[in-house]
């Protein structure tokens, strides 16, 4: 779920890899989420 919504994230324009960044330290998957953010984004 998590892909498909980045996938979508990034196709939609203006992608800020930092504000997705923020809201994950806030629901502490940060390090779960970089290794995708790095491959997609």
């Known amino acids: 779920m998590f ?3 980045l996938r979508l994230y ?3 324009g203006s992608t800020k890899p930092g504000l997705i ?3 994950a330290r ?3 998957v940060e390090k779960g ?3 995708y953010l790095e491959a997609i984004l």
Do not use: F, Q, R
């Open 26 to 28: 806030i629901c502490k």
């Open 33 to 35: 989420i970089t290794p």
């Open 21 to 23: 960044l923020d809201y």
């Open 10 to 12: 990034k196709d939609a």
């Open 3 to 5: 892909l498909e919504a």
